[in-house]
């Protein structure tokens, strides 16, 4: 926290508006549309707007949904929470998104098959935006919704717009580990300002309009309580002010990193093309294991003998227990990622001194693992 999030959260106190109404969530949404360019509605959590973008999109049970296989489970689970079937994508080994080509001969046999999935959920990993231009004109001769998956992605930039912004429907979280956090909460976005309202009344139990204006219930939709807290919208406000300053800290600590590490064999960091602004919500990293001398996993229980947390990258989908016996279309470069890919400390609060002190401990990984091998 640095801004004027505690000032908010006080005004919250103050006019006792301590719950899922009030002037913090209406002026949150008002900037959050005014700095992305489409309406918005302030939600409990990422995960919950993408349930509620399953619903925008009509998802039933049994439909199909495109998912990238290399992602977090949040993005996933909701397909199931409406009974519908994941089929997973495997990962392009450059940006390591969703990719395109592989979507597009899938989406070709699906719709010569006259069974095309509900929709795709596209997921812009670790800051990095995936290839939305591709995604989107391949989707829409099929009329296959697109929803971006934007919890990692917030204040990253593709071909200058804002990511999450460029598809039909798009979602970003406040959870405590990423770009900007109110501790807990999320955001949906849509173009079309109908799907925002429909969101915003299934967030709130779905209560119609009362005829008899008394707030006699009724309900005629299956409505959940996914609204965000005046509270929560507080510090969510604040933070929002900062945005940008976060987004240079994250990428000056990925630069030191890459310029620190550059004599270091066998790291390389994850992309960044020249159209888009990663945010480096982590700074990622592939460990070759010829080149460097340890193998990812060893080089994070090395750092972590140190008291350093580094993590690999996602552990892909369709390996998980839960999903495995959903379809997955490729899953060897996702795998890949997972078996050589390692997430550094990134936090925005990390000092030079700690991060000279990951540094040195990475250089001595590699140093001492010729010894140790
Ligand atoms: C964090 C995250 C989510 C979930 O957001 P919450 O606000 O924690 O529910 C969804 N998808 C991805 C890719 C995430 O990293």
Redesign the pocket.
């Known amino acids: 926290m640095d801004g004027n999030e505690r000032r908010y959260v006080q005004e919250a106190f103050d006019s006792n508006w301590l719950s899922t109404v009030g002037p913090n969530l209406t002026a949150l949404e008002k900037e959050f549309s005014a700095l992305v360019g489409l309406p918005a509605v302030a939600l409990a959590?990422?995960?919950?707007?993408?349930h509620l973008a399953m619903r925008l999109a009509g998802v039933k049970p049994g439909d199909e949904v495109v998912v990238p296989t290399l992602?977090?489970s949040?993005?996933v689970n909701p397909v199931l929470y409406e009974h519908a079937r994941p089929v997973f994508l495997d990962s392009e080994p450059c940006g390591w998104n969703l990719n395109p080509v592989l979507l597009a001969d899938f989406l070709g046999q699906r719709a010569r098959q006259n069974r095309l999935p509900k929709a795709v959920v596209v997921?812009?990993?670790f800051g990095l935006s995936a290839a939305m231009n591709e995604i989107q004109e391949i989707c829409r001769p099929h009329g296959v919704t697109v929803i971006e998956?934007a919890?990692?992605s917030l204040g990253a930039r593709y071909h200058g717009k804002h990511s999450g912004t460029i598809s039909d429907i798009g979602?970003f979280?406040?959870?405590g580990?990423?770009m900007i956090t109110g501790t807990?909460?999320?955001m949906l976005v849509a173009r079309d300002p109908a799907k925002v309202e429909a969101a915003r009344k299934w967030s709130q139990q779905a209560r119609d309009a009362d005829p008899l204006g008394v707030n006699n219930y009724v309900h005629s939709e299956l409505g959940f309580n996914y609204r965000m807290s005046n509270v929560v919208a507080g510090i969510v406000r604040g933070q929002l002010e900062i945005l940008e300053t976060r987004v240079a800290q994250r990428r000056a600590v990925f630069d030191r990193y890459r310029t620190g590490l550059a004599e270091v064999p066998g790291l390389t960091p994850q992309a960044e093309s020249p159209d888009c602004r990663h945010t480096r919500w982590l700074s990622c990293f592939l460990v070759d294991e010829k080149k460097f001398g340890l193998t990812a996993v060893e080089l994070i229980r090395f750092l972590d003998a140190a008291n350093i947390e580094a993590r690999p990258v996602?552990r892909p989908l369709h390996t998980q227990p839960l999903y495995e016996i959903f379809e997955c279309i490729g899953g060897g470069v996702a795998e890949d990622l997972n078996r050589r890919g390692i997430c550094l400390p990134s936090s925005s609060s990390l000092t030079v001194t700690d991060q000279e002190f990951v540094m040195a401990r990475l250089r001595e990984a590699h140093e001492l693992a010729p010894i140790r091998r």
């Open positions: 959590s990422g995960t919950a707007g993408l992602t977090f949040a993005t997921v812009h990993l998956d919890a990692e979602v979280s406040f959870n580990n990423k807990t909460g999320g996602w």
